[in-house]
């Protein structure tokens, strides 16, 4: 959830959704779940979906909310640019959700932000950051095993790592992922099959 913005609004089930382009991802025109995009260029947009649907909730006032939360962030972090409020809307159809969308300059301001696991970036990289330990991921196309060797081997190929549960959209092939993740028919990855993190390896 998204620091203080994020406990406020527990109390009207906001779910948060992340819709990160690996690469440039192929976003859904309507969100309407739980989702993450992370570009080629590392920058983060991020999709939160919840339930709005009292009749005394003011949109306007969850707009202003969401853009004073991202300027204080900006302001604590001294990057004028860390986060921004790329729109806050009502869904069509009676369904009572809003979906709240943010782009961060980069993983470490949306995992900040956040406050959950998020890393972009080469396997050689999360391998000296300690964040591939112990990991063992299964090939998308079999499910064969693939050894965190194995990855340690893929130095330059690029990994999201998250424990965010949302459907994660990557700028490139997926070619191997976290046991009990699953493949999305539009290629994105659906992470809440597993707990704890899920490494997303892909070309």
Known sequence: MMRKYGRLMAALCLCVAFLSGCGEA??????????VAVS?????TVWQVGLFDKADYVLSELQTMA???????NSDS?????????KVEALEGGSGKVVVAYRFDGWESASAFLEEELFF???SEAALAGRTAGMTLESVKDGAPYSEEQLGQDADEKVV?????????CPGKVTHITPGASVNSDGSIDTSGVEGAVCILYR
């Open 26 to 35: 192929k976003v859904p025109e309507i969100v309407d779940t739980p989702s």
């Open 40 to 44: 080629k260029e590392g920058e983060v």
């Open 67 to 73: 853009t004073q939360e991202a300027a204080q962030f």
């Open 78 to 86: 001294g990057k004028a640019s860390a986060v921004t409020v790329d």
């Open 121 to 123: 970036g080469t396997a």
């Open 161 to 169: 790592i998250t424990d965010i549960k949302a459907n994660i959209y």
